[in-house]
C-alpha cells in the first residue's frame, strides 16, 4: 500500500514537471519554504508612572500590528487619576494581557506596562522589582490561580491602597544564541525549573480603559460583542482583486489581522514599528504582481492624547501593482453607565452608549447611532456596512476632518495629521457592527460594539516604491478646549437646550472655583436660580394659599351641584373670577423652571468636570455626580427583571438620593395641596400622589448632581411657601361675595393661621357687619329701566 502511494506520488511530479524546460525545473526547486511567522508579542508606549508625564498607557499586539488597550493616566494635582474607572471601585494590579499556560496550571503574564503595581512590585525573595512578561501567576493573597477569572475574583475583594502578594514562576533565562550547532544544543541538559518568586504589589485606582477587547470588560460584557483588536490595517486592493462586499479581507491572500507582524522600537523608544512581508507567490495569487510590505508605525509624545500613525505599503515586484489598504478604526470603546446614561443625539433616531461620528465639508458633524448600523446589519447580513462617503460621492464628501467613536463622555477618532485641519487621501469610509447582530440581547441594543474603516486611495506603485500616509488617532475626553485644539467641538452635543446648558455649565464651573465641590456648586447654583424665581415662587404660594381657602366655597358648590357637572363647573368659575384666582397663574413657574431642569441634566450629561466628582471626598458612594450614587449593590441577589443592566427598571445598584426626592416631593404636595372638593378631586390627587411615588422608577437612575438640585429646589420651595404664607397681606375691607346663580355661598371656615379664609371675608367685606349680602341678581333676571316716551 505504502509503495503504491508513493508511485502515485512519483506521477503527480512528473505531470507536474512534463512540459516544462530546465529553467522551470529549476524555478520550482527554489520555490522557498513558508515562512515561519515570530510568536505574538505584547509591547507598551506611555506610562502609568506620574513623574513620566503621559497621559495614555496603550498596548499593542504584534499580531495584526495592532492596538489592544488604551488607558488613560494623566493625575490630578493630588496625585490621584484624573478619569478612572466609575464603575469599579476595586484595586488595580495593571493590564496583563493573562493567557492560559500550557504547561502548567497558572496565568501567564504577557504584557506589564510600565508604572503600573505590577512593574512596581518590591520582590520578597530579593529579586528585581515588577512582575515580567512570561511569569506564571499561581497564586495571589495564599489563593491558588488557575486561570486569569480566579485573579479578577481576588482582585474584586479588594480596595485602592491594598496590599497584594502575588506568587509567580519565573522561567530560567533562554540558552544563548550562539550554540555551537543545533545538535550540541539539543544534546543539553534540559533547562533548570522556574524559580517561585513573591512580590508584594500595591494596588491602585483602575483607570479609564477608554478602548479595551470585548472579553476584558467584566460586567459591562454584553453577548454578541466580539472581541476584536483596534485599528487593524490590510490591502484593500492589489492589482485587479480587492475587498468584497461583506469582507474584511481580500479572499484568498494571507490574513493580516491574525499574522504576527514583525516588531522592533524606533524614535529613540517612543515609538514602535510593525512589518508584515507578503510573499511573492501569495500575492500573485490573488491577481498581484509580486511581494507586497506592509508597515506600521506608531508614536506618542508625553501629555497628548493623540497616537501619530504611518501606514506604509511597499512594492516588492520587480513591475508595478496598484495597491491600496483599509484602515479600521477603534472598537470596545468604554460602555461607561451604558445602562443609566442617556447620550443626546443631534438626530431624532436617538444616541447609543456609543456611536460613529464624521464631519467632512460636505455634510459636517453627523451621528450614525449603533441602532442603525445593529438594524442594518439585521436586516441585511450580506452587507452589514453602512457607508457614509464612496469614490464617485461630491468632493467634499471624502474632505474628511474627523470620524470616530463617541461615547458619553470620551471619543476616539481619527483626525488629520498635526498641522493639517483636512485629509482627503481616503476615498470611503463606511460604519461597521463588531459584533454577532442575532444575539445582542433585547434592551441591550445600546452596548452594541461598533466601529468604522476607511479605505485610501489606491495607488500605482512602481518597483522597491510605496504608498505612505500619516494620520493620527486622538483617544480622549470630550473637554471643550482639548476637541477644539483637534477640530472635533461640535461633538459636544447639548441638543435644543444649549442655549441654556451652557450658561448654566459655565455658572456651575464659577462655583466649584468658590466651593471646590461640584455638589456645593450644584447647590449654590440651585439656589441662585430659585433666587432669580421668588417673584414667581411667591406668586404661585399665594396661589395656593388662595386655593386652601376657596376650598371650602368650591366644596360647597360640589355639594350642591354634585349632580350636575355644567352648573358645578359654571359656578366654580364665577366663584373664581368674582375673586379674581386664575387656576393656572400658578403653572407659570413650572413652566419656567422646565427649561432649566433640562439644561442643568443636559449639562450634567455633557460636562466631563462632574464625571467623578464626589457628594464628598470621604464616601465611596456618591463618588460620581454625574451618576447614579450607588449605595449598595444588590445586583447579585436581586432579580434580573429588576437590576438587570439595560434590562432591569432599577439597575443593579440601590441608589438612595432618588428616594430622598420623591419623599420632599410627597411632602410638598400633603403640605401644599388643597383639600378635596368632591370625590373627582380626591381621586384626581390620589393619582397625582401615585404618579408621584411612580416617578422614582424613572428618576432612580438619573444622575445623583441632578438629584442634588431637586432636593435642593424642594427644601426652598417648602421654606418659600411657609414664608410666603405667613406675610400675605391680609384681604381688604371691600369686595364681591361669591355668587352662584343669585344665591351667595357662606362658610365659617378658618384658614391655618386662625384668621378668617378668604372666602368669609370678602362677604363680611360685602356690606355692614353682622348683614347679611345681598345676592347680585343675574343679568338674566334683571329688570329693564323704564324708557321715556314721546318728546
Known sequence: MAEQEEAERAAEADAVTAGTDEDDVAALDETPE????????????????????????????????????????????????????????????????????????????????PGTPAALAPSLDNAPAGLRPGDLIVAANERPITTALDLAEVLEKTDPGDELVVEVLRPAAAPADDAEDAESAADAAEPPAPTPLR???????????????????????????????SCLMTLTQVGRKSIRTGQSEISGLTSQHSTVWDLQRIGDGTGYEFRLPLAAAAVREVGGSGAVELVRRYSLAPGSYAIDMEME?????????????????????????????????????????RDMVYNTVAENHELLSAYNLLERAKDTP???????????????????????????????????????????????????????????????????????YLDSQTAEVAPGESLKQSIRLFAGPKQPDLLA????????????????????????????????????????????????????????????????????????????????????????????????????????????????????????????????????????WCSNLAGPDMLYYWGDWLWDYLSGRGTGWLGPYFNILPIVVVALFLAQQKMFMPPATDEQTAMTQKVMTIMTMMMGLFFFRVPSGLCIYFITSSLWGIVERKMVKKTIPAAPQGAFPATVDGTVTQSSVTNDNGRPSLADRLRTAAGMPGEEPKAIVPPSKRRKPPTRKGK
Not at 488607558?71 to 490630578?76: F, Q
Not at 477608554?210 to 476584536?228: M, P
Not at 511597499?314 to 445602562?339: C, D, K, S
Open 34 to 113: 513558508p515562512v515561519r511567522r515570530p510568536k505574538a508579542e505584547w509591547v507598551t508606549l506611555g506610562s502609568m508612572d506620574p513623574a513620566s508625564g503621559y497621559n495614555m498607557l496603550v498596548t499593542f499586539d504584534s499580531r495584526g500590528g495592532s492596538i489592544d488597550r488604551i488607558e488613560l493616566t494623566e493625575r490630578k494635582e493630588n496625585g490621584r487619576l484624573k478619569y478612572r474607572r466609575v464603575d469599579v471601585r476595586s484595586g488595580y494590579l495593571g493590564y496583563l494581557a493573562l493567557a492560559p499556560s500550557l504547561t502548567a496550571d497558572g496565568a501567564l503574564v504577557r504584557v506589564v506596562g
Open 313 to 353: 505599503v511597499i512594492n516588492h515586484a520587480e513591475e508595478n501593482q496598484q495597491l491600496g489598504y483599509r484602515l479600521e478604526g477603534p472598537n470596545g470603546v468604554t460602555l461607561e453607565g451604558w445602562w443609566y446614561s442617556t447620550k443626546i443625539s443631534p438626530n431624532f433616531s436617538g444616541a447609543a452608549a
Open 199 to 229: 512580590f508584594q504589589a500595591t494596588l491602585s485606582e483602575h483607570p479609564l480603559d477608554l478602548v479595551r477587547l470585548a472579553d476584558t470588560a467584566g460586567a459591562e460584557q454584553i453577548r454578541g460583542n466580539l472581541s476584536r483588536a
Open 485 to 620: 485644539a483637534y477640530g472635533m467641538g461640535e461633538t459636544l452635543e447639548y441638543g435644543w437646550f444649549g442655549w441654556i446648558a451652557a450658561p448654566l455649565s459655565w455658572l456651575l464651573h464659577g462655583f466649584y472655583a468658590i466651593a471646590g465641590n461640584y455638589a456645593l456648586a450644584i447647590i449654590l447654583l440651585t439656589l441662585l436660580v430659585r433666587g432669580c424665581m421668588f417673584p414667581l415662587g411667591r406668586r404661585a404660594a399665594i396661589h395656593a394659599q388662595k386655593m386652601q381657602e376657596l376650598a371650602p366655597e368650591l366644596k360647597k358648590i360640589s355639594e350642591k351641584y354634585k349632580d350636575d357637572f355644567e352648573k358645578r363647573l359654571k359656578a366654580q368659575r364665577e366663584l373664581q373670577q368674582r375673586v379674581g384666582f386664575n387656576p393656572l397663574s400658578g403653572c407659570l413657574p413650572m413652566f419656567v423652571q422646565l427649561p432649566i431642569f433640562i439644561g442643568l441634566y443636559r449639562a450634567l450629561s455633557v460636562d466631563i468636570e462632574l464625571r467623578q466628582a464626589a457628594l464628598h471626598p470621604a464616601l465611596q
Open 382 to 452: 450580506e452587507s452589514p456596512v453602512e457607508v457614509v462617503f464612496t469614490p464617485d460621492g461630491p468632493e467634499g464628501s471624502r474632505q474628511l476632518r474627523y470620524m470616530g467613536v463617541d461615547a458619553q463622555y470620551f471619543i476616539t477618532a481619527y483626525v488629520p495629521p498635526e498641522g493639517e485641519a483636512i485629509t482627503d487621501q481616503f476615498v470611503r469610509g463606511a460604519g461597521i457592527v463588531v459584533a454577532d447582530a442575532e444575539r445582542i440581547p433585547a434592551h441591550q441594543e445600546r452596548a452594541t460594539n461598533i466601529s468604522f
